[in-house]
């Protein structure tokens, strides 16, 4: 039996911050999990430290659901963000032991490949729809079959998903939250252009993603469904914030359009009623932020007697160790939909050496046992944490907005 003997907490800083989790066994297999909270990176790292690390040692690694339903009753405050994540870097490292042990990738371990590749969309974002445009023609030329459109707001200094300058976008961008300004109507004049001009030059062999972030009511988010009906998005994501999950049910009684959320939900109890009311048609839980891969399945399979899709979260804040267990979750999962893909930098690959690959506007997790990915801790250590807070987001007479 593999036992517990030791697990580390390392935060990096490679371009932004991670964190991660190596857990060690008697028999000196390791196994990694990511642990990253974008702006609240520390708080999970503690959670770990001091209410978790001392609770793993000495136990079976073979035990997953053991381990996470003791780490999920026994906290007794259930659920959020930063005890989710914590409990999801702990499973997520135990599935990658255990595929090491017996010498098969995880997707093996979860029922074996559904399909020959994950297909993936990536992030085209410009401040000028032309600027959007150029970049999405660059993503499709790469053969990206799925691409994330979004492009700056006229008369708004910045708007989410645009990045500064020829930076990667990185949302993290202070010390202390940045002040960012949002106008509606604004926005629900330049998405439908935006759209347009994006069919008129992608052509229709393209699957077009956009991404509201939580910025319309629900009443506006049917307004700009309406609005995009013509040029066919795959996916309307973050239409509405969706702690009221019935909210949704006024978005489906005026558009056809395929409705995304989830990226900041962390358990099932979140997506229940949208999943089992068909609220919408894609589920963007994702394995660092829902409990890991033994929670995601779950959330999989209650989707997948709705006939909901998977669409897991995959920025750059979720590291590589979350993109590769969510490539071996979504190899096997029977109802996959898309995985995003926003490529991590050079610098930040080097920290964490992986197997996964992109080919074709698809990507395959590999064929090493386990993950595939580890974290180079000589490397890891010589990029101090450097603290970052997402922004904030007012409207123009200053109320506070959602971000
Ligand atoms: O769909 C997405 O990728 C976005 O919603 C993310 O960029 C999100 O803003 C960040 O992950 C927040 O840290
Ligand atoms: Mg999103």
Request: with cysteine; proline share 5%.
């Amino acid at each position: 039996m593999p036992r517990i003997v030791n697990a580390r907490v390392i935060v990096t800083c490679p371009g932004r911050n991670f964190v991660t989790l190596k857990i060690e066994c008697d028999d000196g297999t390791t196994g990694v999990g990511d642990a990253t909270l974008n702006g609240r990176e520390l708080s999970v790292a503690s959670y770990l430290t001091d209410h978790v690390v001392p609770c793993l040692i000495g136990r079976d690694a073979h035990r997953i659901e053991d381990v996470w339903q003791y780490l999920y009753r026994g906290a007794y405050w259930r659920r959020g963000p930063v005890t989710m994540t914590a409990i999801a870097a702990v499973d997520t490292a135990l599935w990658d032991i255990k595929g090491k042990l017996a010498g098969m990738p995880v997707y093996q371990l979860l029922g074996g490949a559904s399909r020959e590749g994950v297909m993936v969309y990536c992030h085209a974002n410009g401040t000028t729809i032309d600027d959007t445009i150029a970049v999405a023609r660059k993503y499709q030329a790469q053969g990206y079959k799925a691409i994330r459109i979004q492009c700056g707001v006229p008369g708004m200094a910045s708007t989410y998903g645009v990045a500064k300058g020829d930076q990667p976008y990185e949302p993290a961008d202070g010390d202390l939250p940045t002040e960012a300004v949002w106008n509606t109507s604004r926005y629900l004049r330049v998405v439908p252009e935006l759209f347009a001009a994006a069919r008129e030059a992608l052509g229709w062999d393209v699957h077009l993603l956009h991404d509201i972030h939580h910025r319309l009511t629900p009443i506006e988010a049917g307004r700009l469904g309406k609005d995009l009906e013509p040029y066919r998005p795959f996916w309307l994501e973050d239409a509405t914030p969706a702690e009221n999950q019935e909210a949704f049910r006024l978005i489906r009684q005026h558009t056809t359009v395929p409705l995304a959320v989830g990226e900041i939900f962390n358990s099932i109890h979140d997506c229940r009623e949208l999943i089992q009311n068909q609220l919408i048609d894609y589920i963007r839980t994702t394995v660092v932020h829902a409990g890991g891969l033994t929670h995601l399945r779950r959330i999989a399979a209650l989707a997948d007697l709705y006939q909901v899709r998977t669409g897991c979260h995959g920025a750059t804040d979720l590291s590589p160790v979350c993109m590769a267990a969510a490539l071996h979750f979504g190899l096997s999962v029977p109802n996959f939909g898309i995985q995003e893909h926003m490529p991590h930098t050079a610098e930040t690959d080097a920290v964490f050496p992986h197997a996964y690959s992109f080919a074709d506007g698809m990507m395959h997790p590999g064929d090493a046992p386990g993950l595939g990915v580890d974290i180079d801790e000589a490397l890891a250590a010589g990029y101090e944490y450097k603290r970052a807070f997402l922004p904030v987001n007012r409207l123009e007479d200053g109320t506070m907005y959602n971000w």
